[in-house]
């Protein structure tokens, strides 16, 4: 079963906007029966103002997909157009308060059918990332070579598993799991590269005074380890420093989770290593 | 929690209140080791056994040894499937079906990636396979045939006994999958020649965790679980005395409710169906109507997606189960319809109702009353819909 927030459910049980409007200004479909979910948003346009004065959806899906399509009507209305053609995927699982992963190619669904009714607005042909040859990768779900690095990029996705989320791309068969693998090997070979250079320049600094090097820990536990913690309802904080030991208590939701062993070493000894020195420890103590 | 109408039996049913009963002490005070010397642990052998008798008198088996207990259905099919390969190192062939379950099909293809040929038969738009497919496939390296009795998404019954005959006569081990048809039809292996059968407590209105196989005396076994001396040392263990004993139990209520199953629950079952069908339009029953289980039926609501259709029907306290994409857990939809050729706008929308002798004509009636609403609703919102 999916945990889906009371947002979706809201749109799902009583989705806004739904019809087509009657000899509409834009137009945007995409998906199929086939690949599982289809999305057709019709928009009415001011041709003054280029604001969009109405949006409709039918859409073919899950709960999920109908969730989105029927917030991005409630996103876009009222925006101009150059306003509407900046809406992401990200922008419309946010508004939904988030989406289980393995559905957030329902997000990027009405991205693509926005960018397709404002692509059709504009009487362009439809948005292409580059120019060039698109191949396609899934042949379960026609995803293209094109759809995935963009997916990739702007999700910064890491992972095979992150590119099926996204695209679905690789859900099917699985026979394209080795070429998605192959774009994100190229990928991100291509930009870490780019990132170790950024890197090598924030290098940790070593000889710091006692003094400093307490504040560059507690300013590290506040900008890099805190914040998502308190995503999800938890917190740390700093008891006590020895040399190279740091003493933390878990917060809030954390107190009794099960995984704080994980957080403890993935989360706060890994970002103190990155930010201070390479040679701390952290234990947990109660607070 | 309000009351729930619950049609997903072939996923899983409730605990019988009398095998809960039956349980209880085993999981309180007889808590002994059926293997031990002293009376406190010894004596629970002889409760293992008589669940054993309950469970072979289900089948029809002519011996008790010839029940092996194991933790679940995919236990038994892995035990039955890997042991008998064990048994015939030498043949690498496999026969089997498009329509199994997870269980025996991805076995059998990660079998293919240790150096087997496996052939999967087809389906028709009935659901059903061709044994002429069947027998032309059959050759001196095919170690084993595993084709289930009965589907788990549409309930469609395959010619089971035919196969087993088939079988027998070219010196096949042949293994069937009943997990979804024990308890639910009555078998007798007297007079069904297959040498293996897998069964599943928690279909059975017994608890999850524990199944059988059934092994025909005479019949080659290598063990899949190595262990200890349990079982005939077919599989290693101690056993779950609890949930054997639970599934005795189950096996005998089972038995005592066949009449029931046949005739109330098929009724409930064809009134469902009939009514869906005739209320709502582009609606299909996906697979054979005659050659099914009585209790499953499966039906393919056009233009709209499962998932929708399952959220919808949880609001009015209804669980069932669907085919689509979106519930399946991969994103490829029910490979069961799609090796029908049903067409994807009823795949995605295809709904499975299974029910027990649990449910009533009520349950029934709240199900047709809701129903008609909800599929109207998704398919204005669906651009296919009109």
Known sequence: MWDYTDKVMEHFTNPKNVGEIESPDAVGEVGSIVCGDALKLTLRVDKKTEKITDAKFKTFGCASAIASSSILTEIIIGMTIDEASKITNKVIAEKLGGLPEEKLHCSVMGMEALEKAVANYRGEPAKKETIGEEKEICKCFSVTDQKIIRAIKENNIRTVGGVTHYTKAGGGCGKCVPEIQKLLDEFWDKNDAKCEVKKAKVKPKKCLTNLKRISLIQDTIDREIRPPLKADGGDIKLVDIDRNKVYVSFLGACLGCPSTGVTLKALVEAKLKEFVDENIVVEEVSG | ?386
Do not use: W
């Not at chain 2, 002490?25 to 002293?38: A, D, H, I, Q, V």
């Not at chain 2, 497919?133 to 010619?159: H, Q, R, W």
């Not at chain 2, 899949?224 to 639970?246: K, P």
């Open chain 2, 1 to 386: 929690m309000k009351k729930i109408i619950y049609t997903d039996n072939n996923a899983t049913t409730m605990i019988a209140p009398e095998v809960f009963d039956a349980m209880k002490p085993f999981l309180t005070e007889r808590y002994g080791n059926p293997s031990s010397m002293y009376t406190f642990g010894g004596s629970i052998h002889k409760d293992v056994e008589e669940a054993r008798g309950k469970v072979a008198h289900l089948l029809g088996a002519s011996d008790l040894s010839e029940i092996m207990f194991t933790s679940c259905g995919t236990e038994s099919d892995n035990a039955a499937i890997i042991g008998t390969l064990r048994t015939y190192p030498e043949k690498k062939h496999i026969i089997t079906t498009k329509a199994e379950h997870a269980a025996v099909l991805n076995l059998c293809q990660y079998m293919e990636t240790e150096g087997y040929r496996v052939t999967y038969l087809g389906i028709n738009e009935e659901g059903m396979i061709d044994i002429n497919e069947l027998k032309s496939s059959i050759d001196t390296d095919t170690a084993l045939i595993s084709i289930m009795y009965a589907n788990n998404e549409t309930g469609v019954i395959f010619p089971v006994e035919e196969i087993a005959e088939i079988a027998r006569q070219r010196n096949v081990v042949f293994h069937t999958d009943a997990v979804q048809a024990a308890g639910k039809i009555p078998m007798n292996m007297t007079k069904f020649p297959a040498d293996m059968v897998s069964i599943s407590g928690h279909k059975i209105h017994a608890p999850k965790g524990v199944g059988a196989l059934y092994i025909r005396r005479g019949t080659k076994f290598k063990p899949f679980m190595i262990g200890g001396h349990q079982e005939h040392s077919r599989r290693g263990g101690t056993e779950n005395v609890a949930s054997i004993v639970g599934l005795g139990r189950a096996a005998e209520l089972a038995e005592e409710h066949f009449d029931d199953e046949i005739k109330r629950v098929r009724e409930l079952r064809d009134k469902l169906e009939k009514s869906l069908l005739e209320k709502i339009p582009n609606t299909r029953l996906n697979g054979s109507k005659d050659k099914r289980l009585p209790n499953t039926t499966n039906i393919g609501f056009e233009f709209i997606e499962g998932e929708a259709i399952l959220l919808m029907m949880d609001a009015e306290n209804i669980a069932a189960s669907s085919g689509s994409a979106c519930t399946s857990g991969s994103l490829a939809p029910s490979h069961v319809l799609r090796s029908m050729g049903i067409p994807f706008t009823f795949i995605q929308g295809s709904i499975r109702f299974s029910l027990s002798r649990y449910n009533t004509e009520k349950d029934i009636d709240h199900i047709i009353k809701c129903l008609a609403p909800i599929i109207e609703k998704l398919r204005k919102i669906s651009p296919y819909g009109n």
